[in-house]
Each structure stands twice: as structure tokens, then as C-alpha cells.
């Protein structure tokens, strides 16, 4: 089992920039979690915005490439998502995901909202 807690979500200018945690509870090896970020916004789809293995390797989708950041710290158990470059349009829920083998975990998501 592992529990997910993201902060860090608020209100933000366009152009600025927002530093997303999530802070994962396991009794498990959180290294070998794959951790994903995924938004939704008003009457929206979920979406992949991030991703990142437990090798470290990572994957954007378009809307993020450039601007947006995925990390991990398997010592603390934290996955972070730094945003640079805020759109109006990356206003959304941004939840956190894990994933290791048939398990799936989410967070209860965190509101970003890019407004001025």
C-alpha cells in the first residue's frame, strides 16, 4: 500500500512558477515506484504530464516539454514537479500517481490555478 499527499498547488501569475510535492507513505522500496503527474482541468480529461521511472528516467507530454521538471527523492519519498513558464491553461487539479506492478495509488490532487 502506499498513501500520496501533494502540495504546493495555488494561485500564480502567468509566466511564474509553482514547485508541486508529493510526499508518498510505503512500507515498500519507494524506488521501485514508477511516479507520474497527471492534471485535470474544468471539464477535462485527466492528463499524463509527467512521468518519471525508478531509474530516474523521465517523459513529458508536449504541453510541459521545456518548462515543466519531474524529480525524485527516493531517500525522502518525494516526487516534486517544478513548473516554470505558468499558462493560463495549466490551470487544473494536479494529482500524483504511483504505480508498481498491478498497484496504483493516487493522491487527492492539488489545485494550480494561473490567473493574473
Known amino acids: 500500500q502506499v498513501l500520496l499527499v501533494e502540495s504546493g498547488g495555488g494561485l500564480v501569475q502567468p509566466g511564474g512558477s509553482l514547485r508541486l510535492s508529493c510526499a508518498a507513505s510505503?512500507?515498500?522500496?519507494?524506488?521501485?515506484?514508477?511516479m507520474r503527474w497527471y492534471r485535470q482541468a474544468p471539464g477535462k480529461q485527466r492528463e499524463l504530464v509527467a512521468a518519471?521511472?525508478?531509474?530516474?528516467?523521465?517523459r513529458y507530454a508536449d504541453s510541459g516539454k521545456g518548462r515543466f521538471t519531474i524529480s525524485r527523492d527516493n531517500a525522502k519519498k518525494m516526487v516534486y514537479l517544478q513548473m516554470n513558464s505558468l499558462k493560463p491553461e495549466d490551470t487544473a487539479v494536479y494529482y500524483c500517481?504511483?504505480?508498481?506492478?498491478?498497484?496504483?495509488?493516487w493522491g487527492q490532487g492539488t489545485l494550480v490555478t494561473v490567473s493574473s
Open positions: 518519471i521511472s525508478s531509474g530516474g528516467s523521465t
Open positions: 500517481n504511483a504505480v508498481v506492478g498491478s498497484l496504483e495509488r
Open positions: 510505503t512500507s515498500l522500496n519507494f524506488s521501485i515506484y514508477v
